[in-house]
């Protein structure tokens, strides 16, 4: 799922009868023991009464599934498959994180000429854009933040979809670390937080737009770090100026002195 960076580290062991056991692994360096919920469970999908064994097929949306033999199926596939403009492939969420699937489907699907969607989660794909947009892919690493940060913005961020990077959340925290959640809900995130915005739905770039705002009309703009490492910067900074904390306040409901605050 969302683990990213960090995937748990686990002990399996088969027992003469063929079971598996699975317990967390104390000696990874990243996870050191630690399993969530999912990873625990995640022996049982193996012979599970509802794992499928073999292909279903059904005509029609409304249809029953009905058990197919592989060697018909797979003629019926490799005849739709010759027509590739009329076919599409959508992977599933567990076969991008593995790492190996997600680089075999896209050589398949090219290899034919199919069309293939990125099923990036739209959090990662949005953000990543954005990042690479500005050159940066990555800014900086959790183990950074955990010794280095002095305010954290967990910006639409669930702390539950990410637990391995809980405990350098929690470590920055101890250090004296400011922790502030951005989001429209109270997320089990708001629990760590010092400070929580909760703003309107589908109004983040407004406030990061007042924010950048305020960072501009105040002088707290990084000059060196601009002049070296950016571009457009000028007709960036006379863009906001319509986005003031008075407007965002309006579009995001969160009160204009807390934006101002906030940028600071
Ligand atoms: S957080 Fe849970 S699902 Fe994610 S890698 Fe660790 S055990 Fe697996």
Known sequence: MNCHPTYCGMTATVTDAGEIHLSPNRNHPESKGFLCQRGHSVHEIIDHSARLLRPLQRNDRKGEWQPRNWDPLMDDLAKRLARPERVAIWMGHGAVVSDLNRPLLFHFAHTLGITVWDPAVVCWAAG?????????????????????????????????????????????????????????????????????????????????????????????????????????????????????????AQVTGVPEPRIVELAR
């Open 128 to 248: 990543a854009f954005g990042l690479a947009a500005t050159g940066i892919v990555e800014t900086n690493t959790k183990e950074d933040m955990a010794q280095h940060a002095e305010c954290i913005l967990l910006w639409g961020w669930n702390v539950v979809s990410q637990p391995t990077t809980g405990p350098y959340l929690m470590e920055a925290k101890k250090r004296g670390a400011t922790l502030v959640a951005i989001d429209c809900r109270q997320s089990e995130t708001a629990k760590i937080a010092d400070e929580v915005l909760l703003i309107h739905p589908d109004t983040d770039a407004a406030l990061a737009l007042a924010m950048a705002h305020v960072l501009v009309r105040d002088g707290y703009v990084n000059r060196d770090f601009v002049e070296h490492w950016t571009t457009g910067y000028e007709e960036f900074a006379q863009s906001l100026h319509e986005y003031s904390p008075a407007w965002a």
